[in-house]
């Protein structure tokens, strides 16, 4: 049959015998050369995604009207509003909204594009906007919600969409198990595969045709011949030997794996926590392996997420997960830009198929904590940094104008993003960002946690939209602020009500060597954590015990402590055991330094036998020399010493900038600020005569430390989380 000639051109992996329409098809994809597909407006370019005549411009896309991108400072530099609106310079500093004179987010403009809307992080976006134009690796580092992953999709609107492919697997007639690639412009694999059914159609249905006229001349013939058992046997054979033969037939029909033909940017695959066979691709297993029944190979090939974000971005978070022979793999891929599909399974019947290499030209942004560059593999890091970037996501930013309107738009975008939440109100914007500035932990800051922020947002719109309001009100964000709290925060205050119950918390009086000391679970829950210390005879030499699940950092603080004791203390420690309890600690333990200052404080009076003032709660980080040192998360601390019932809390005078508690606690706690330990005494003990005998003791002891103020108002050591 005429449907049957070879083609003497076919392309590379095709069969011999492939069909006329799709040998047409495809020689015109080969005279295309690698150009891309046709565009909107009937305009191509080459493969290097640039136009003849001028310089590809990254922050272009298919819409022509859309704006240049040239530098970071044209980046979500304004907010827009919508006509009519002002944006009061003068009262600016003043003003929540940074000057914006708007009644709600409705009025607030939100930009098209992904990279317009990324907030704060001005060094990670500039960064973003070359390697997209120069095509480099990027690895961005940071704490989770801080737009890594808005800055990868960002990036995948930003390279060229002009020269995707679509990759199509055919069947090796040589060899099965190694089925041949061919990459084509995107939108003609679709049309290459049509054109392979169809052909694959005529021939069944020829080959239906012949076997019917066939079986009906036996059939005929055996009748004739009086042998009709024989004839109809005779029929069965027939018909099983074209039914097997026409498996050969559909193994002709390529198997399209990466399909470009309706994108309309470059891809974006998420491969955050994908086992290897979804990285890498992978075969699947083929139950029916042999008899006629398999399933071609190149049919069960599958596509891994590298060769999906051909031409695009591969975006893997905590890519310290994946094992090192991934990574390994990954790293290959990355350097040779094509990578075979096997079978992923030694098992599996797809670990004797192998491929010819499959494009994987992708741009990688691998992100993750601090963490992700120690389990990273080096050389995989190597290969990023040396063709690429590394970047460190902020987690606040400095409080100006500027800053708080782009936090009003970051409102407006979240209520658009959902679509279900109703706009909010001045007065509610102006809570947000309040929360904002509480959450970043710094006095003239703002956090960039925006995914937990953002959680607020959704939270006060659920909260308005239950209630059928047209807008979220003030009331909706503070009832979200309650609804919202953390699991840490809930088992703080239930851990409060609790120690009321059974008379645990003590907030009055005084008592010797116990303190109530103050500490964070999470990121921002505070609880109260008392602390005890007993001086006791020891059985050989002297020896400081602490119990309580005491992490390294708290071990070390411990010792610290220790030091500044015995240079004070008329008692002979070499004889003395302290053994120092850190209450209720639970199997979570005890981490950071923080707890420095009540571990002296205890300690100090067990050995003096002067009793400590139980309505006093302190943190605070201690050095050998006696000076108070600032640590994390003393706001929380301190709301959390107001809601057991202390009177007074006691935090590093550095830390006194970071300190903004909700309003409802500057009324029922005392704020007191210490610079050395002798300060810090002189507040949290009690019985005036021995009390100033000690702090005067210990001033002249180690006042020459005390007189360097700069030392513990410098902030030179890194804040504790507790």
């Not at 607030?108 to 594009?113: A, Y």
């Not at 240079?567 to 302290?578: A, I, P, Q, T, Y």
Request: charged share 30%; glycine share 8%; hydrophobic share 35%.
């Amino acid at each position: 049959m005429s449907n049957d000639t070879n083609v003497d051109d076919s392309p590379e992996g095709a069969p011999d015998a492939a069909p006329d329409e799709a040998q047409r098809e495809e020689q015109r994809s080969e005279r295309q050369g690698d150009r891309s597909p046709d565009v909107d407006d009937g305009d191509r370019t080459d493969e290097s995604g640039g136009a003849p005549d001028e310089a590809f411009d990254p922050g272009s896309e298919t819409d022509e009207t859309d704006a240049e991108v040239e530098t970071v400072e044209d980046l979500g530099s304004t907010v827009e509003v919508d006509p009519g609106v002002e944006v009061d310079e003068e009262n600016a500093e003043d003003d929540l909204l940074g000057g914006l004179k708007i009644d709600s987010t409705a009025d607030i403009e939100v930009p098209d594009r992904l990279v317009d809307q990324v907030i704060g992080q001005d060094e990670a976006r500039d960064i973003i906007i070359k390697a997209a134009k120069q095509r480099r690796h990027v690895m961005m580092i940071g704490s989770p919600g801080t737009g890594k992953s808005m800055l990868a999709k960002a990036m995948s609107q930003l390279l060229p969409q002009e020269d995707l492919q679509d990759v199509l697997v055919y069947h090796n007639p040589d060899d099965g198990n190694e089925p041949k690639v061919r990459t084509v412009p995107a939108g003609k694999g679709e049309q290459i595969i049509d054109a392979h059914k169809e052909e694959a159609r005529k021939r069944n249905q020829m080959r239906s045709i012949l076997m019917w006229i066939i079986i009906a001349i036996v059939v005929g013939y055996a009748i004739l011949a009086r042998q009709i058992l024989l004839g109809i046997l005779a029929a069965g054979i027939i018909w099983f030997i074209f039914r097997y033969t026409s498996r050969g037939t559909d193994a002709m029909v390529p198997n399209m794996i990466v399909d470009n033909g309706d994108q309309r940017t470059a891809p974006f695959e998420d491969a955050t926590g994908a086992h290897a066979g979804a990285l890498l691709g992978d075969v699947r297993h083929d139950p029916f392996q042999s008899g006629g029944m398999e399933t071609p190979s190149h049919d069960r090939v599958e596509p891994g997420s590298i060769h999906k974000a051909n031409k695009g971005v591969l975006f893997v978070d905590e890519i310290n997960t994946l094992d090192v022979r991934t990574q390994q793999k990954l790293m290959t891929s990355i350097q040779e830009g094509e990578f075979s599909i096997t079978g992923q399974s030694e098992r599996s019947s797809g670990a004797m198929v192998q491929t010819e290499p499959v494009p994987c030209d992708f741009v990688m942004i691998a992100a993750g904590n601090l963490d992700a560059m120690e389990n990273m593999h080096p050389a995989l890091r190597s290969r990023i940094k040396g063709y690429g970037y590394e970047v460190y996501m902020d987690d606040t930013i400095e409080d100006t104008p500027e800053m708080r309107r782009k936090y009003a738009r970051f409102i407006a975008q979240e209520v658009e993003r959902d679509g279900r939440l109703p706009h909010f109100e001045r007065e509610a914007v102006e809570e947000v960002i309040l929360e904002a500035k509480r959450r970043a932990g710094r006095k003239e800051h703002l956090t960039l946690l925006f995914r937990n922020l953002g959680g607020l947002v959704r939270v006060a719109g659920d909260i308005a939209r239950a209630e059928d309001r047209e807008y979220t009100t003030r009331e909706d964000v503070l009832q979200a602020k309650e609804r919202s709290r953390s699991i840490e925060q809930q088992l703080a205050d239930d851990y409060i009500e609790r120690r009321k119950d059974y008379e645990l918390q003590v907030n009055k009086g005084g008592v010797e060597g116990r303190v109530n000391g103050l500490a964070v679970m999470g990121e921002d829950s505070g609880i109260m954590l008392p602390v005890m210390a007993e001086i006791a005879p020891a059985q050989g030499q002297g020896q400081v015990i602490a119990t309580g699940q005491l992490k390294e950092m708290a071990e070390e603080s411990v010792q610290n402590v220790s030091a500044i004791i015995k240079k004070f203390s008329d008692v002979n420690l070499s004889e003395k055991d302290v053994h120092i309890q850190f209450v209720q600690a639970g199997q979570q333990g005890v981490d950071g330094d923080s707890a420095s200052i009540t571990v002296a404080t205890a300690v100090i009076s067990a050995l003096e036998d002067i009793p400590i003032d139980q309505s006093v709660a302190m943190t605070g980080s201690l050095s050998v020399r006696g000076d108070v040192l600032p640590v994390g998360g003393v706001t929380h601390k301190i709301e959390a010493a107001a809601k057991a019932g202390c009177d007074k809390v006691i935090i590093p005078k550095a830390n006194e900038q970071d300190v903004m508690i909700e309003d409802e606690y500057d009324e029922m706690i005392e704020i007191i600020p210490c610079s050395n330990i002798s300060e810090v005494l002189d507040v949290a003990l009690m019985g005036e005569p021995k009390k100033d005998s000690l702090v005067d003791r210990l001033k002249s002891i180690t006042g020459s430390a005390f007189d360097q103020q700069a030392v513990g108002g410098a902030g030179g050591s890194n804040p504790s989380p507790q």
